[in-house]
């Protein structure tokens, strides 16, 4: 048999065993992690959806801080760019209409708002409540049991063996000796002060170990029945922001075309302005009758732009951070308006 033979034939069983191996490992692990979840507390599942709802409303809220950052931004070059168009075109093309007796329409003396409304960041934000184990509230109500099983006790005994109540002084021995072998003569234990005085300790410590331990399990319960609504409020809150994420994308996207669509009309106005001035320059026309039929034709094509420009400029384009229908409108028209003058341009 050859070398290579040899060595396949070791190899195989070899790695078969490994892979047995690596399963049972696996297998083991898997195990280990189930009884560690199992032997979970309420509490500690409780702080673990606690610790998952905080760190998902951060991250939504991080996230919406985010976009409302860029939407600024935009905002910022969008008023950027109607105050150029606003004093280098709009305004000097209007005074031009006036002073040629062709204005229609009431000079725009201010700069409209940009009209962005986003939404509120913490409308309807979770309140997330932390936690408290009940233990300190279980300890104070276990050491106020374990007092008035005592007083009880002290009170029964009395009774039964006919002493003053409230005795005549305090510490008193003898009365308390009388008292624990009462007790322990109860039980069939003879008058033995020391059984009595073992099985008043251990009634107070159960009662109070029972207290407690109500307490902390309705404790334990309300936490987690606190945290699961929690979850589920984050997870509404967290589909509800990431809806307003997308409609704020609509208004950004939004924004944006209508700043390009500002700097279009710029440039044109710009345009039809030179050729006014050159137009009434050079005709030195009286009046708006006396000006060439292409002075008029590029006067009507002026006012045509700035009425459409304006209305852009005019109306608001989100409201509760919602893109408006009249917005999306506007911007269409006033695209089509501007897209037409330039395949005129160019055909």
């Known amino acids: 048999m050859s070398e290579e033979k040899i060595e396949s034939s070791v ?11 690596e399963e049972k490992v696996e297998g083991t692990q898997e195990k280990i992690e189930e009884v560690a979840e199992a032997k979970k507390s309420k509490l500690d599942i409780a702080k673990e959806k606690i610790g998952k709802a905080k760190i998902l409303t951060a991250e939504t809220k991080e ?3 985010a976009c409302m950052k860029n939407i600024d931004m935009d905002i910022e070059a969008l008023n950027q760019q109607k105050e150029i168009l606003f ?3 709009l305004q000097p093309g209007e005074t031009l209409l006036e002073e040629v007796g062709a204005a229609k329409e009431e000079l725009l003396a201010v700069l409209p708002e940009s009209g962005v409304e986003l939404v509120d960041l913490d409308e309807d934000e979770v309140e997330i409540k932390e936690l408290s184990s009940g233990r300190f509230k279980g300890f104070f109500f276990a050491l106020l049991a374990g007092m008035a099983t005592f007083m009880g006790w002290a009170f029964a005994s009395s009774q039964a063996l006919g002493l003053s109540i409230p005795p005549e002084k305090i510490p008193d021995l003898p009365r308390l000796n009388k008292m624990l072998e009462w007790t322990s003569g109860q039980l069939g234990q003879g008058s ?6 073992a099985v008043v300790i251990v009634a107070i ?9 109500i307490i902390v399990s309705v404790r334990a319960s309300s936490n987690l029945r606190i945290a699961s609504q929690t979850e589920e409020a984050v997870a509404l809150y967290c589909t509800s922001k ?8 609509l208004v950004r996207e939004h924004i944006q075309n209508n700043s390009h669509t500002l700097g279009k009309y710029k440039v044109l106005l710009e345009e039809q302005n030179a050729k006014i001035q050159r137009a009434v320059f050079l005709e030195e026309a009286e009046d708006f009758d006396g000006l060439h039929a292409n002075t008029k034709a590029d006067i009507a094509t002026t006012q045509h732009l700035i009425t459409e420009v304006k209305k852009l400029l005019e109306v608001p384009i989100s409201e509760a951070g919602i893109l408006t229908a009249d917005a999306i409108e506007t911007l269409k028209k006033a695209n089509k308006t501007v897209n037409d003058h330039i395949l005129k341009l160019y055909s």
Not at 11 to 21: D, F
Not at 192 to 197: E, S
Request: glycine share 2%; with cysteine.
């Open 63 to 65: 996230q919406i801080e």
């Open 242 to 249: 990431e809806e307003c994420k997308e409609k704020m994308k």
């Open 87 to 89: 004093t280098s075109a």
């Open 11 to 21: 190899e195989k069983p070899a790695e078969e065993a490994v892979e047995k191996v």
């Open 205 to 213: 410590l159960l009662i109070m170990w029972i207290v407690y331990s």
């Open 192 to 197: 033995n002060a020391t059984i009595g005085a």
